[in-house]
């Protein structure tokens, strides 16, 4: 896959102070006070049922009386870190409306547009050379940039970025001139959209806000096989549950919280994966996974205690759900640490060293783990009712594991072969 075109490089968190070479300029920055009020108003509609949940959730956590309440505690703190997602951002566009501020930092061969209050925002940092364009403009009727108001534009890469609000012709001229002198280059005039070296022609967009994804580098990525390292990882990982049920006489309800456990693992990994291709998109993007993917295990789980664990153990009927949770992973932790290592050495090799996070987007990358974990589950499911029918006999129980095996193969080598990863 080629590049498409420059980027900018993007950070946020604390804004460092200008050198005393650079160039510094806080420009006008337009402020709508409808807008504010709009935002506001959906603030607080957001923040009404959060508060009632947080206090939902922190009774259930106070009692623990049983597994229940463990698993609910759970669930609504997964709903409330996913609904907080927009509370927090309407929030923080909120402050940035009413406090924050757009300034301009130049430099030898660097321009730097920082948008934020004061010492916290976003930085997009360019490289001056490959600046291009730079105008005057005044917008006509609706747009995405109306809000701004007379600005002035450049082009970079395949974007088109729009800098200040509310900018008159004296003061562009001013900019352009102070420009000139701190990067110590002419911004060169051409194409809207010149095709750089190793990238392919894009569309003209009219989004002045940087794209946030990193810029894709040339890869060649080889298909796995059964022979690749990390499928005879993840191979030896999955025997381990047979030798379990062999030597350790491991019983149905052992397989589903091993399987279920490894789920956990897949979703602890995903996340690093999305940190991996987006660390500014992560700090949305993340917690929202967690919160969907948490609350779908913690339901997950409570099923398969009802239906699976529950009616196999043998232990005295008074047993206290919880200890009888923590026996179990207490005793699978062989198998609980294998999956985890096969995981973590999937996520290493293939997704960091064969650089497979240059061809995924986050949509993309907090989608991937449902369609596996949903279908394994519904087999397993399948296979284990199957096993209570018949009495839960051995051969049945190896067939369940054989079958997540092949399943579990398969699933991998698809997920990264060439046609998903580049």
Known sequence: ???????????????????????????????SWIAVAVLAAMDVAFLLPAIATFSQAASEWARQDSLFDLIAAIFLSAWLL???????????ILVLLMFGRETLVAGPDTVEIRMGIPWLGLSSQYKAPGMRNLRYVKPVGKSSTSWRGN?????????TIAVGSAIGVGAFEELRSRLREATGSEMRRGEAFDIEPDSEPAKKVTSVVP?????????????????????????????????GSVFFSWQLSD????????????GFFNVCKIVTINRLGALFAGPFFVAHFGAFMAVHFLFLFT??????????????????????????????????????????HNFLGRREYLHRTVNQQMSEPYSRIIFMHLALIFGGGLSMILGGPAIVLLIIIVFKIVFDVKAHLKQHSPEITG
């Open 1 to 31: 896959m080629k590049r498409q075109g420059k980027k900018p490089v993007l950070r946020f968190g604390p804004l460092p102070i200008a050198e005393p070479e650079q160039y510094r300029r806080n420009l006008p920055f337009r402020r």
């Open 82 to 92: 996913g609904w907080m997602t927009a509370p927090v951002l309407m929030t923080g």
């Open 151 to 159: 600005h002035m534009v450049f082009d970079y890469g395949p974007d």
């Open 211 to 243: 794209v946030m994804e990193p810029a894709a580098e040339s890869a060649t990525v080889q298909p796995l096989s059964l022979t690749s390292p990390s499928s005879l990882v993840l191979i030896f990982a999955n025997l381990l549950p047979i030798a």
């Open 255 to 266: 397989i589903m919280v091993l399987y279920w456990a490894e789920s956990a693992s897949i």
């Open 307 to 348: 239906i699976f664990v529950k009616p196999d153990q043998t232990g005295p009927a008074d047993t206290d759900d919880m200890a009888m949770v923590a026996g179990l992973f207490i005793a699978l932790w062989p198998a609980l640490l294998g999956l985890f290592i096969s995981h973590a050495f999937s996520f290493f």
